[in-house]
């Protein structure tokens, strides 16, 4: 299981039509519920203008890395 941190960037692994988002498009983790049981995520266009706010489960997410993470020697 990830670790889900506020302002995470994370991609659906899901679709969900009824928000009309589709599976790899990427939001950020705005609040965390639950005890990290659910997520408030928000979506934003490429001008970073909200277009959806969401609760999502971790299961239906993934964090996005952009950088290696350090090897262990």
Do not use: C, W
């Not at 670790?3 to 939001?27: I, S, W």
């Not at 995520?41 to 490429?46: A, G, I, K, P, T």
């Amino acid at each position: 299981m990830e670790n889900f941190k506020l302002f995470d960037v994370v991609a659906l692994t899901v679709d969900l039509p009824e928000h009309n988002l589709r599976r790899g498009q990427v939001g950020t983790i705005v609040e965390r519920f639950a005890d990290g049981k659910a997520f408030e995520v928000e979506f934003s266009d490429r001008n970073g203008r909200a277009f959806e706010s969401i609760g999502i489960e971790p299961e239906q997410m993934m964090i996005l890395l952009y950088e290696p993470d350090a090897i262990a020697a």
